[in-house]
């Protein structure tokens, strides 16, 4: 069985860390087969903000973002029904491994148009099957923060 460390806390009232946690419950006769830390994987993700999102230029699923990721103003080409302008989302610079995939994010043109970068699903994170838009975050998320942070709610 899986489940968080934040789930069990609520039922343990507790403020151990997740090491700490695996070590009482093995020691009262619980095994604990493996303690994941899923925000690892999420270490390059980051908040950030759709400043406008227009209907791309060369095709008509597609939309052009420029995103605001807290270091810089970039170019974005989403084929995400819900992306919009105003909303918060988790974005990946170039570089970043997505992992659904396992493959690093490259610099690519789309249908004419340079993307400097991703607004993920669900999916694409391994958070869930769910993959019919982008993750659209609080609107108090902050710019440029980690986004586990903001998907944990903190």
């Known amino acids: 069985m899986k489940f968080t460390l934040s789930w069990l806390k609520e039922h343990l009232k507790t403020d151990a860390d997740a090491k700490t946690v695996a070590e009482k419950?093995?020691?009262i006769g619980?095994?604990?087969e493996a303690v994941e830390d899923?925000?690892?994987a999420l270490k390059d993700f980051v908040v950030a903000h759709v400043v406008s999102a227009e209907k791309h230029p060369n095709a008509d699923k597609l939309k052009l973002c420029m995103v605001d990721t807290g270091a810089d103003i970039v170019q974005v080409v989403c084929?995400?029904?819900?992306a919009h302008t105003g909303m918060k989302a988790v974005f990946a610079k170039p570089g970043t491994v997505i992992p659904v995939s396992g493959e690093a994010l490259?610099?690519?043109a789309i249908r004419g148009v340079e993307s400097r970068g991703?607004?993920?699903s669900e999916r694409e994170l391994l958070l869930s099957d769910e993959h019919t838009g982008i993750i659209e975050l609080a609107s108090d998320a902050v710019v440029g923060a980690?986004?586990?942070?903001?998907l944990a709610g903190g």
Request: aromatic share 0%.
């Open 146 to 150: 980690p986004a586990a942070t903001a």
């Open 25 to 27: 419950m093995t020691s």
């Open 38 to 40: 899923s925000g690892a």
């Open 30 to 32: 619980l095994e604990v």
């Open 79 to 82: 084929g995400a029904p819900n």
């Open 118 to 120: 991703m607004l993920c």
């Open 106 to 108: 490259k610099i690519s």
